[in-house]
């Protein structure tokens, strides 16, 4: 290591892009960048391995690009000599703030408010000067964010979306948007119908190499306890392996992504699906890159603008649209619970091991792979969720433990925001909940299932469906008069009282019988 540390430079797992404003001045001569892997930041939550060895690849991955550099890295790993003793990444950064005496620390703003107040208070600890930068691998400031919502009481992604597409040009012709409609959400929802998905190219795999064998390992030996499996990993770990999944999906994917985005379908995990969020939560892509080429796609005719704009919505809407409200809303946001859910949450979200066909694919193909992508992770497992009544706070920590994609800022909106209402309305106007017969359109997974989607009461009805009407008759009283969901409440009305009646004692055995204790945790699904 250099005598005199000028800037300790910190990565951190989800900051791996090599034109970070952190690395902007960076001088070999006087500069280290320093990054860790710690115990704590896999079991705050309890990670998936996959996500954990993700994380661990990507980062040696970077780590070593930056020594080919010539520069000099401080990186202790969790199977190093003297990793027994960082338990956490303050305990990490402490000791090598001590042992290099560095003028100051160097960083771009976190992705996690935990981790962020954890090491600022670490930097004052140690009476170190912190340098922030911009993070500059977002399309839209926070600043910019907290400007547009200023006086709002209700954040709407349509209003963001149609703002921030102005602002950046993209899909614009002119001062109107490309195509004169904002959105073609509507040709967005189509299903597979009886046949199938048919033939379709699979993503492009990236097999482990020496490097991401090693993090593997080191996962299995450090988490051997933890959820999922490892067999599957196949994930980019570098920014060129991104590029060529990025060049993939536009290729073989992207025509057919907006058609079929919401549909599901029994042993196919990726369907038309991009597999970029990760890559892009990591920092391996940057979306601008993501969205040019979806843009390009249209332009030269390979793609239809209802399905580029339906991908590009997912990431100059969502994307920066949660992010936003993340850091606008924290940490009172964590807490929140505005329906008063207080159920645990189910054993089976663990181990897959349930009757419920489309719980117990969905699940399995997360512990297989850690992926489910969003309509699985919102109409299935969120939906779930929300009408049996789990606490928004147990299943924001689960969602946040199994994909490969999640890091707080988008997981924790979208999971207490959009899936569980627990934010009372702030992110989306009305709750996002479905009965079993919503599923059985989407994909076939009721089909083979015991359950009968259409049925609300009775030994074969869908318990999804049970506790769907069960829902509506417990928060009648917020939503029936509610100008958007009105019409969805008034459809109980019809159904007779002593039916109504008995929805209620079945909804409350489902309660009781999804809050019985497994024997035992048994983390092994299979969609075989």
Known sequence: MTATVRNLVVILGDQLDPHS???????????????????????????????????????????ADCRTRGWQVDYSTIAGSTAARFTSLSDALTASVRKLKPVRAVWVKPGDYRVEKQLKECFAALALELDERPDQHFLIDLDDFQVWAKGRKEFRLAHFYQHFRKKLGILMKGSEPVGERWSFDQENRKSFGRKGPGLFRAPLQFLPDAQVKSAIDDVERHFPDHPGKLANFDW?????????????????????????????????????????????????????DVIDAAIAAYASGQAALASVEGFVRQILGWREFVRGLYWLRMPGYLQENALNAQQPLPDFYWSGKTDMNCLRHTLAQTLDYGYAHHIQRLMVTGNFALLLGVAPKAIHEWYLAVYVDAVEWVELPNTLGMSQFADGGVLASKPYCASGKYIDRMSNYCGSCRFKPELRVGETACPITTLYWDFLERHADRFAKHPRSALQWRARESIAPSERKQIKAEAEQLRIKFAAKAPENTITASNS
Request: aromatic letters at 12%; charged letters at 20%; glycine letters at 2%.
């Open 21 to 63: 404003l952190a690395l902007a001045d960076f001088d070999p001569a006087q500069d280290v960048i320093w990054m860790a892997e710690v115990p704590e930041e896999s079991t705050h939550v309890w990670s998936h391995k996959t996500r954990i060895a993700l994380f661990f690849a990507a980062m040696r991955q970077f780590a």
């Open 236 to 288: 980019p770990t570098t920014s060129a392996q991104a590029q060529a999944a990025l060049a993939d999906f536009i290729e073989h994917r992207l025509a057919q992504f907006g058609d079929f985005q919401d549909a599901m379908w029994t042993d196919q995990p990726w369907l038309y699906h991009a597999r970029l969020s990760a890559a892009m939560n990591l920092k391996l892509l940057h979306p601008r």
